[in-house]
């Protein structure tokens, strides 16, 4: 049998919302087998399927650069909100960010090896740590490019907390192209389409939505109507093109970007430090251990 830990327990209830025992019950029954255990809490009714682990906890921001065809969106990560304005930190994320689309490295690890202003990137940062005082790291970044008939629909939120970066191909429309990006900063979707949803997702989904319906003591005749009822709800929540548009809730999304002539392709959305977790010091026993060790 697995040895079931804290931590284990821990990252379960993050990710399911569902109480402490119920996580721990899910985890024994599953044998440790995490996603086994998020599916058997779901069966109970006992967790949100939309509820996900992503605490907001690093400070930072996100930036977009659109340069003719070619548009990049980067995180770039900081201690603390504070130093996120700081227009030295400012300055860094524009500077890395026309790097970046300039150079076009396969990942951060290339990134970090590449030269800006004849040193490392990886040196460069540490140079910005040593003047700004706090620590600065390139966490993620996507390049996206478009031809002269397509937009691109760029949008930060709250200054960067969430940034987005949208292809709406065959239409030039670069305001309708925005609104779309705005709506994937608000609602989180996890595909364009539900085309893109795997069958072995949509199975998972089915059977979760099966044993919900069976245990809520629902008549099996009836049960295989409701699972593709509610299966169609979940498209909802997971798929764009299937959502209802913030902007004018009498329509989807599809709706909307089959107004503009064209199609979205592809979208990016960078909460700034989704699934990490910053370590959360207890002010009080730092200050008493330090009390302590000058004694």
Avoid: W
């Avoid at 930072?60 to 990560?77: K, M, P, R």
């Avoid at 764009?240 to 599809?254: C, E, G, H, I």
């Avoid at 990490?276 to 730092?286: P, S």
Wanted: charged share 30%.
């Amino acid at each position: 049998m697995a040895n079931i830990t804290a931590q284990m327990v821990k990252e379960l209830r993050e990710k399911t919302g569902a109480g402490m025992m119920d996580c721990k019950k899910a985890l024994v029954q599953t044998d440790g087998d995490f996603e086994a255990a998020v599916d058997f809490l779901r069966e109970k009714g006992l967790a949100a399927a939309g509820k996900k682990a992503d605490r907001i906890a690093a400070e930072g921001t996100t930036y977009i650069l659109e340069q003719g065809n070619e548009a990049i969106l980067v995180e770039i990560n900081a201690e603390t909100d504070f130093v996120s304005k700081n227009d030295k930190f400012i300055a860094l994320v524009e500077e890395l960010s026309a790097h970046l689309l300039a150079t076009k490295p396969a990942d951060v690890e290339a990134a970090l090896e590449t030269e800006i202003n004849g040193a490392k990137v990886s040196d460069y940062i540490s140079s910005a740590i040593a003047t700004i005082g706090e620590k600065i790291s390139l966490r993620r970044f996507e390049i996206k490019t478009k031809t002269d008939a397509d937009a691109f629909g760029a949008y930060l939120h709250m200054g960067g907390r969430i940034g987005v970066l949208v292809v709406l191909e065959g239409s030039t429309d670069a305001a309708a192209a925005k609104d779309i990006a705005m709506h994937i900063a608000a609602i989180n979707p996890t595909y364009v389409s539900r085309d893109e949803v795997s069958a072995e997702e949509v199975e998972r989904e089915r059977k979760v939505l099966t044993e919900q319906a069976l245990n809520e003591g629902k008549p099996e005749n009836i049960v295989a109507k409701m699972v593709e009822g509610r299966l169609g709800k979940y498209f909802e929540d997971v798929c764009l093109l299937d959502q209802t548009f913030v902007k004018n809730s009498d329509q989807k999304v599809r709706t909307f970007v089959e107004s503009t002539g064209g199609n979205v392709t592809g979208f990016t959305r960078y909460a700034v430090g989704e699934g990490i977790e910053k370590k959360e010091d207890n002010f009080a026993e730092e200050v008493m251990s330090q009390v302590k060790g000058s004694n």
